[in-house]
């Protein structure tokens, strides 16, 4: 079975796993979203990841990590009257959050205008299917991004940024999906 595993953002990580052959096979590359505002990246994502399904052919199923459903939480420095100070606030923002929903939005689209079969992962849940944990007490995103390109090398599956390992994982989670499960099964029954 073909997965194409998806970490979007404006650089969408991608991964393509043939699930009969070694993982060490798995092609990695990234798409670059641009465009001043959120609908002109949501298109150029689109659009690409459209070139991208022309170049690689017709994948079982879509894996894309799961987009932002609240902001997450962190510190940040800023500016209040030329005095810095440090506060707790929304880690990337309500920009990020509309981003990250727009742009898997702009794939989940093209997804049910193919009729491609898409399954959305939440990180902890692929991270755990990749890493063999999703909790890590202290990490911060930094580490995880370490762990994952760590884990890329173990494999050796040849990654050259954060983001197309972070597809990896995601590509190799799918395979524990209900979706893959019955993609698997109605594929076995046509053989049969």
Same mark, same amino acid.
């Given at each position: 079975?073909?997965?194409?595993?998806?970490?979007?953002? /404006?650089?969408? $990580?991608?991964?393509?796993?043939?699930?009969?052959?070694?993982?060490?096979?798995?092609?990695?590359?990234?798409? /670059?979203?641009? %465009?001043?505002?959120?609908?002109?990246?949501?298109?150029?994502?689109? =659009?690409?990841?459209?070139?991208?399904?022309?170049?690689? %052919?017709?994948?079982?199923?879509?894996?894309?990590?799961?987009?932002?459903?609240?902001?997450?939480?962190? @510190?940040?420095?800023? @500016?209040?009257?030329? !005095?810095?100070?440090? *506060?707790?606030?929304? $880690?990337?923002?309500?920009?990020?959050? *509309?981003?990250?929903?727009?742009?898997?939005?702009?794939?989940?689209?093209?997804? %049910?205008?193919?009729?491609?079969?898409?399954?959305?992962?939440?990180?902890?849940?692929?991270? /755990?299917?990749?890493? $063999?944990?999703?909790?890590?007490? $202290?990490?911060?995103? /930094?580490?995880? @991004?370490?762990? #994952? =390109?760590?884990?890329?090398?173990?494999?050796?599956?040849?990654?050259?940024?954060?983001?197309?390992?972070?597809? #990896?994982?995601?590509? *190799?989670?799918?395979?524990?999906?209900? !979706?893959?499960?019955? *993609?698997?099964? !109605?594929?076995? =029954?046509?053989?049969?």
């Amino acid at each position: 079975m073909i997965v194409i595993g998806l970490d979007i953002a /404006k650089t969408t $990580g991608w991964a393509l796993y043939d699930t009969d052959r070694s993982i060490s096979a798995i092609q990695a590359g990234v798409l /670059k979203a641009v %465009g001043e505002d959120f609908e002109d990246r949501s298109e150029s994502l689109g =659009r690409q990841f459209g070139l991208l399904l022309k170049q690689v %052919g017709r994948p079982d199923l879509v894996a894309i990590e799961t987009p932002l459903r609240t902001l997450p939480q962190g @510190k940040r420095t800023t @500016k209040m009257m030329g !005095e810095k100070e440090i *506060i707790v606030t929304s $880690g990337g923002g309500t920009n990020a959050m *509309i981003s990250s929903n727009q742009l898997v939005g702009a794939i989940s689209a093209l997804c %049910g205008w193919k009729a491609l079969p898409r399954v959305c992962i939440p990180a902890a849940t692929w991270r /755990k299917a990749f890493l $063999g944990f999703a909790r890590h007490p $202290g990490w911060e995103r /930094k580490d995880w @991004k370490k762990a #994952v =390109r760590e884990q890329c090398a173990r494999e050796r599956i040849v990654v050259t940024n954060d983001d197309m390992a972070d597809a #990896v994982g995601i590509a *190799i989670a799918a395979k524990n999906t209900p !979706e893959f499960k019955q *993609i698997a099964y !109605e594929q076995s =029954r046509r053989a049969a």
